[in-house]
């Protein structure tokens, strides 16, 4: 077993009685608490080289080494993620070195001191980004006005926001010559400044948001922050949600990282219009898919990528919109891979096939295994008959 199957493993669904297995339970509690052991406020890169050196070295079974480390690469990435995410809460500094010509380090490091507050969601290798978010506003940055203001902000937290006094009008004037540059903090900078500019940025009467507004959206749907997102969302017209929507869904489809804005996007699009949709969602899929059938003399690390957000759209977009994009073009994502010889991208696809579409499926599946009768691609037919006996 490789490394990119141990990882798709770890990443399954619960069983249909809705409990986890018991080696994924234990892999990511040995993960998790190799994580909080050693992390502390060091570089993730550090930390992610001394844990792989310590595992190539402690006394265990090479294949518990594998999902150990595979579980490790799960956990590290997704705090990469989160770090990555939260770095564009900080404006850019114009100046990049000090008056003694010394580089300045980033705001953004300034993340590491909040990785004791990281919260899990159960069973998974996910952060709650909203529950460790409102850990550190309220609990680590209580006496960091500037540092909980921010967190508030691109969380959309009212309670913290609209209380007068921990948030005066002298706070937020010194605030905004702060951070004033950054469009969210500009934005509820003006309406806890006066709150008539919520008419004045909110208007229905255009087919597209105030500028201000639409920074806010893109900057909220293109890295991840659903709380602003969702709370902002009624407050535009009908039209204005099309607009924003469709002008930055393509962005979230090439990204593949934020589970809760591709979840809530794509529903309320696909009532707007599901094959606009379908159409401007097929190129950034099959880039994924063909990213997938390179041989393994390629690159393994693209190749694991490429699944893994694949994995991440066909499991948060709607059902309307995957299977739109399975059978798209006589299922090419499917037979493709079943052309190409790749069984953990043709076994994830054949996961994701409801019934009437995995009888169509094979269909293709059975005119490409009668031109070419190799053992490989029996074994992958095997796999759809199977699946076909499972769902009937």
Same mark, same amino acid.
């Given at each position: 077993?490789?490394?990119?199957?141990?990882?798709?493993?770890?990443?399954?669904?619960?069983?249909?009685?809705?409990?986890?297995?018991?080696?994924?339970?234990?892999?990511?509690?040995?993960?998790? *608490?190799?994580?909080?052991?050693?992390?502390?406020?060091?570089?993730?890169?550090?930390?992610?080289?001394?844990?792989?050196?310590?595992?190539?070295?402690?006394?265990?079974?090479?294949?518990?080494?594998?999902?150990?480390?595979?579980?490790?690469?799960?956990?590290?990435?997704?705090?990469?993620?989160?770090?990555?995410?939260?770095?564009?809460?900080?404006?850019?500094?114009?100046?990049?070195?000090?008056?003694?010509?010394?580089?300045?380090?980033?705001?953004?490091?300034?993340?590491?001191?909040?990785?004791?507050?990281?919260?899990?969601?159960?069973?998974?290798?996910?952060?709650?980004?909203?529950?460790?978010?409102?850990?550190?506003?309220?609990?680590?940055?209580?006496?960091?006005?500037?540092?909980?203001?921010?967190?508030?902000?691109?969380? *959309?937290?009212?309670?913290?926001?609209?209380?007068?006094?921990?948030?005066?009008?002298?706070?937020?004037?010194?605030?905004?010559?702060?951070i004033g540059d950054h469009c969210v903090y500009d934005f509820w900078i003006r309406v806890l400044e006066?709150?008539?500019?919520?008419?004045?940025?909110?208007?229905?009467?255009?087919?597209?948001?105030?500028?201000?507004?639409?920074?806010?959206?893109?900057?909220?749907?293109?890295?991840?922050?659903?709380?602003?997102?969702?709370?902002?969302?009624?407050?535009?017209?009908?039209?204005?949600?099309?607009?924003?929507?469709?002008?930055?869904?393509?962005?979230?489809?090439?990204?593949?990282?934020?589970?809760?804005?591709?979840?809530?996007?794509?529903?309320?699009?696909?009532?707007?219009?599901?094959?606009?949709?379908?159409?401007?969602?097929?190129?950034?899929?099959?880039?994924?898919?063909?990213?997938?059938?390179?041989?393994? *003399?390629?690159?393994?690390?693209?190749?694991?990528e490429s699944i893994r957000k694949l994995k991440c759209l066909l499991d948060n977009w709607c059902s309307?919109?995957?299977? *739109?994009?399975?059978?798209?073009?006589?299922?090419?994502?499917?037979?493709?891979?079943?052309?190409?010889?790749?069984?953990?991208?043709?076994?994830?696809?054949l996961e994701y096939l409801d019934k009437n579409q995995l009888s169509a499926a094979r269909e293709f599946?059975?005119?490409?295994?009668?031109?070419?009768?190799?053992?490989?691609?029996?074994?992958?037919?095997?796999?759809?008959?199977?699946?076909?006996?499972?769902?009937?």
């Amino acid at each position: 077993m490789d490394l990119r199957s141990s990882v798709l493993l770890l990443q399954e669904h619960p069983n249909d009685d809705g409990v986890l297995s018991l080696q994924h339970a234990a892999i990511r509690a040995i993960a998790l *608490a190799l994580f909080r052991a050693n992390i502390r406020w060091r570089l993730l890169s550090e930390v992610t080289r001394s844990l792989k050196e310590w595992l190539a070295g402690v006394d265990l079974p090479t294949k518990v080494k594998r999902f150990i480390y595979a579980g490790l690469r799960e956990t590290f990435r997704e705090v990469q993620r989160w770090g990555e995410k939260h770095m564009h809460m900080f404006p850019d500094d114009a100046a990049r070195y000090t008056r003694n010509n010394v580089p300045r380090v980033h705001r953004g490091e300034h993340l590491r001191m909040f990785y004791d507050c990281i919260v899990w969601k159960p069973n998974k290798y996910h952060i709650d980004d909203s529950a460790t978010a409102r850990k550190i506003a309220v609990e680590e940055c209580h006496n960091w006005p500037v540092m909980q203001f921010q967190f508030a902000c691109v969380y *959309a937290m009212t309670d913290l926001l609209e209380n007068d006094v921990r948030f005066d009008k002298y706070r937020l004037r010194a605030f905004r010559k702060q951070i004033g540059d950054h469009c969210v903090y500009d934005f509820w900078i003006r309406v806890l400044e006066d709150k008539m500019q919520w008419e004045k940025l909110f208007r229905l009467d255009g087919l597209s948001p105030n500028q201000l507004i639409s920074l806010v959206f893109q900057f909220a749907i293109v890295n991840g922050y659903f709380e602003l997102m969702s709370f902002l969302w009624d407050k535009i017209s009908s039209q204005q949600q099309e607009y924003i929507g469709f002008l930055n869904w393509k962005k979230v489809c090439f990204s593949a990282e934020h589970r809760e804005v591709i979840r809530f996007l794509c529903t309320r699009l696909c009532r707007i219009n599901s094959v606009g949709l379908a159409r401007i969602t097929w190129t950034s899929f099959y880039d994924k898919v063909y990213h997938t059938l390179e041989d393994d *003399a390629g690159n393994n690390v693209l190749k694991t990528e490429s699944i893994r957000k694949l994995k991440c759209l066909l499991d948060n977009w709607c059902s309307s919109l995957r299977s *739109a994009m399975l059978s798209k073009e006589n299922f090419r994502a499917f037979t493709d891979s079943f052309v190409n010889n790749q069984p953990e991208t043709f076994a994830m696809f054949l996961e994701y096939l409801d019934k009437n579409q995995l009888s169509a499926a094979r269909e293709f599946v059975d005119r490409f295994y009668d031109k070419k009768k190799t053992n490989e691609a029996k074994s992958l037919r095997q796999m759809v008959i199977r699946r076909q006996q499972t769902i009937d």
